[in-house]
Antibody, heavy 119, light 111 residues
Framework: QVQLQESGPGLVKPSQTLSLTCTVSGGSFSSDKYYWSWIRQPPGKGLEWIGY???????YYNASLKSRLTMSLDTSKNQFSLKLSSVTAADTAVYYC???????????WGQGTLVTVSS | QSALTQPASVSGSPGQSITISCTGTNSDVGGYNYVSWYQQHPGKAPKLMIY???NRPSGVSNRFSGSKSGNKASLTISGLQAEDEADYYCISYTSSSTPYVFGTGTRVSVL
């Protein structure tokens, strides 16, 4: 049974870079079957698809975030990461990492981590 | 790309059936058989309930079913139970610059 766990600062100052890592355990991280994804949810609001990174390193991002977003993966550590630059209060959200067999068929989710953007 | 439109809330009594709609356009819901549905309890991560419009993952109750007609996808919950009280979100592939868009979400209440 695969498990995903987000980690990173819970508080980020405006204009700085939000960095999160997702550690994957109990599954094949290098499989070509999966899309390693990020989804976020502002407090009290709906879900927003952020993007994914494929095992090959190919990425696909939400167009509204693309200019500020970088995803990467580290197969030696079974981790993938998200960096979102120039954050504002609008980026405050619970960030979920997830494993998907196709980009919208997301079978496995991390528990989510709240990131607050505030000075 | 705007979010897909869902009713803000739907309610029903135990044992009843309810249907949640997810309305889009020809560029998303209507153009592809590529819609998933997620259930989210408060403070929890979402859970996949339906994928590719009608398919149910193993372990998901057969009380949950999905369908699509034109630009509208639907999730039906039959034999409503207290544990079904949660938020539900659809998501579809879209031909826009952001390829995947969630619905606005629906709060299901069991009376």
């Amino acid at each position: 049974q695969v498990q995903l766990q987000e980690s990173g600062p819970g508080l980020v100052k405006p204009s700085q870079t939000l960095s999160l890592t997702c550690t994957v355990s109990g599954g094949s991280f290098s499989s070509d079957k999966y899309y390693w994804s990020w989804i976020r949810q502002p407090p009290g609001k709906g879900l927003e698809w952020i993007g994914y990174i494929y095992y090959s390193g190919y990425t696909y991002y939400n167009a509204s975030l693309k200019s500020r977003l970088t995803m990467s993966l580290d197969t030696s550590k079974n981790q993938f990461s998200l960096k979102l630059s120039s954050v504002t209060a609008a980026d405050t959200a619970v960030y979920y990492c997830a494993r998907a067999s196709d980009p919208i068929t997301i079978e496995d989710w991390g528990q989510g981590t709240l990131v607050t953007v505030s000075s | 790309q705007s979010a897909l439109t869902q009713p803000a809330s739907v309610s029903g009594s135990p044992g009843q059936s309810i249907t949640i709609s997810c309305t889009g356009t020809n560029s998303d819901v209507g153009g592809y058989n590529y819609v998933s549905w997620y259930q989210q309890h408060p403070g929890k991560a979402p859970k996949l309930m339906i994928y590719e419009v009608t398919n149910r993952p193993s372990g998901v109750s057969n009380r949950f079913s999905g369908s699509k007609s034109g630009n509208k996808a639907s999730l039906t919950i039959s034999g409503l139970q207290a544990e079904d009280e949660a938020d539900y979100y659809c998501i579809s592939y879209t031909s826009s610059s952001t390829p995947y868009v969630f619905g606005t979400g629906t709060r299901v209440s069991v009376l």
